[in-house]
């Protein structure tokens, strides 16, 4: 049986930040109409949809024999260090979680959220799960964007105020962009392998320089798209300039395996750092 410090690492904290970045930055936008009870509600349903598509992959490649030889965190199911029973009941576990703190927001603001909720569990379900995964066909990093970028920071906003704007969007631009990257670094760093097992993520379509050319272009974009909330207070995103050009650079050096793994958690630094600069530019706007 698994340790509990092997089911924290099955559960990649280094992904995390891709969970607390919309949430902080919507509550920065709401500012004096912001409901924290609200905001630690979504931040719940965050993080353990987070925590939850990532047992769910470890079990699902598991299954599958994906995982078998892998550089990387820790895989529960393909090292057999725990059951693939065990790592499927912590992902639906981490599905109900998110469903129940999920249920409340609904219930304190809008019905229709439930709808949301079940997607987006079905679609963290099906990103590596049943017969036709989509992240083995090149959608993962659009899926990520879609839900840990403009429905995690749409929606954090929208159960805090109960008003949709545009600038709501504008700002999950840059939100998604580097969850797209914590995800696309992940697939540079197992692309050789994934190829052989069959698994085409995006970085296996594009190749080597195409899938490192495509990390950078997130990095940069979400750099301009911070710029697009159109307030001077948005230039404190650059301050992160030095620590995104660091990372572009190692990427573009061409290191691979063991490697990119501190680039992985130095992506998730970046995350972090960005959606508090970016929530403090919101403040003061």
Known sequence: MASAKLWVQGARPRTLPAAVAPVLVATALAKSNANIAHALLALVVSLALQIGVNYANDYSDGIRGSDADRVGPTRLV?????????????????????????????????????????????????????????????????????????????????????????????????????????????????????????????????????????????????????LMIFSPWAILTLALTPLTFSLMKRVKSGVEGLALIPVLAKTGELQLLFAALLAIALWLS
């Open 78 to 226: 393909g090292s057999g260090l725990a059951s693939a029973q065990a790592v499927k009941n912590a992902a639906l576990i981490s599905f109900l979680v998110a469903a129940i703190a999920g249920l409340l927001l609904a219930i304190l603001t809008a019905w229709w959220l439930v709808i949301v909720g079940v997607i987006s569990i079905f679609a963290a379900w099906a990103y590596t799960g049943g017969k036709k995964p989509y992240g083995y066909s090149g959608y993962g990093e659009i899926s990520v964007f879609i839900f840990f970028g403009v429905v995690a920071t749409v929606g954090s906003y929208y159960v805090q105020t109960e008003i949709f704007t545009l600038k709501s969007f504008i700002v999950s631009i840059p939100v998604g962009a580097i969850a797209c990257a914590l995800l696309a670094i992940n697939n540079i760093r197992d692309r050789a392998k994934d190829a052989l097992v069959g698994k085409h993520t995006l970085a296996v379509r594009l190749g080597e320089g195409g899938s490192r050319n495509f990390y950078i272009a997130l990095l940069a974009s979400a750099h301009v798209a911070a």
